[in-house]
């Protein structure tokens, strides 16, 4: 399926056509001012009765939430956290991943190596008081 673009009217780059049909915005994702939706669990009932419900809202709303719920606890204020995987340093690019991977090793092997050196310093300096005695 090819889809029609034309030019986003704030930064000019190319958006489907489709969303201003559609929803009537004449700009593309990139320049939204919209926060993502945040999903916010919550069990509901005990024991056999319990349930769990899935809230979809945004964020300034379930920041809210959270800070209510933490002053009916009587709980200090616990910030909300939220994942944003569009700017998550990782991505299941593969050789992202292997390059992490990699620097963890080298980075580990470092520290082996400079703890075995330690370890023969320990040992001369074990060696010289032997030969002191």
Avoid: H, W
């Avoid at 056509?17 to 929803?23: A, E, G, I, N, Q």
């Avoid at 956290?81 to 700017?87: F, G, H, K």
């Avoid at 080298?106 to 002191?132: A, F, G, S, T």
């Amino acid at each position: 399926m090819n889809l029609e673009m034309i030019p986003c009217t704030r930064c000019g780059n190319d958006m489907p056509k489709l969303r201003l049909d559609t929803y009537g915005y004449d700009f593309c994702v990139n320049c939204s001012d919209v926060k993502p939706k945040v999903g916010r669990i919550r069990v509901v009932g005990e024991g056999d009765y319990t349930v769990t419900e899935l809230d979809i809202l945004d964020q300034d709303t379930a920041r809210r939430l959270q800070e209510l719920e933490n002053t009916s606890r009587g709980v200090r204020n616990v910030p909300l956290e939220i994942l944003n995987y569009d700017e998550d340093e990782i991505t299941d690019d593969a050789k992202a991943l292997d390059a992490v991977i990699e620097k963890t090793l080298d980075d580990d092997l470092e520290i082996e190596e400079v703890e075995e050196d330690l370890e023969d310093l320990e040992d001369i300096d074990d060696l010289e008081d032997e030969d002191e005695d």
